[in-house]
């Protein structure tokens, strides 16, 4: 079975410093990993996605993530934070094969950035 | 063009009464999620279907829950006898068929159950 960890609760970093939003995963051979924000009262939105290629993926508003196979890691990174940045973020993994298609997340990470 | 739209967006019930929730997913998208979302238990995977079939039910947590998706479009989620431990946002997401695509996620229902 899938897992994924997300070490920190919380993460605070000043607006224009970079931030990075730590995630970890178990799958059963090669995954599939995604990451999800979260406003408040509102559904979750996709960021980004790693499938297979380049180890460095771009996203949404300026986020990038950089799969790391041997750390089996997936953080989710922005070079110059935002204030309207601040959100729950969640890092998710699904196998690359199998019959499974649903997502494992992580325990999510509370992003705040302070002006 | 539309994303994915769920009603009731709030829904509070009384303990031992029976709740449905809907989903509409994106129009052309086969494949439907249900998640769960709560304070103690973060994001668990409910219920998935491919058209109108659903091949994986593992994450239904008791027999009081059951799932039913018609035209390979429009999803009702039901509780039955519904329990306070029931209380929760239930969140509906839909995706293309194909493991690799991203799942889109509805703004949620949420349950409180007295």
């Known amino acids: 079975a899938q897992s994924v960890a997300q070490p920190e609760d919380q993460v605070n970093v000043a607006e224009g410093n970079p931030l990075t939003v730590k995630c970890t995963y178990s799958v059963s051979g090669n995954p599939y990993l995604f990451w999800y924000v979260q406003y408040p009262n509102r559904g979750l939105q996709f960021l980004l996605k790693y499938i297979t290629g380049d180890n460095l993926v771009k996203g949404s508003y300026g986020f990038e993530a950089e799969f790391n196979k041997s750390q089996t890691s997936f953080h989710l990174k922005k070079p110059s934070a935002l204030v309207s940045d601040s959100a729950l973020y969640f890092c998710a993994v699904r196998p690359f094969s199998g019959s499974a298609r649903q997502l494992t997340f992580g325990s999510g990470t509370q992003l705040t950035v302070l002006p | 063009g539309a994303g994915v739209s769920q009603s009731p967006s709030n829904k509070v019930t009384e303990k031992g009464k029976d709740v449905e929730l809907r989903c509409d997913p994106i129009?052309?998208?086969?494949?439907l999620y249900w998640y769960r979302q709560s304070l103690g238990q973060g994001l668990e995977f409910l219920i998935y279907?491919?058209?109108?079939?659903?091949?994986?039910k593992s994450g239904l947590p008791s027999d009081r829950f059951s799932a039913e998706r018609t035209g390979g479009s429009v999803s009702t989620l039901t509780i039955q006898r519904t329990q306070q431990e029931d209380s929760a946002v239930y969140l509906c997401?839909?995706?293309?068929?194909?493991?690799?695509?991203?799942?889109?996620f509805g703004p949620g229902t949420r349950l409180t159950v007295l």
């Open positions: 279907f491919q058209g109108n079939s659903a091949p994986d």
């Open positions: 129009s052309g998208h086969t494949a």
């Open positions: 997401a839909s995706s293309e068929s194909g493991g690799d695509n991203e799942q889109f």
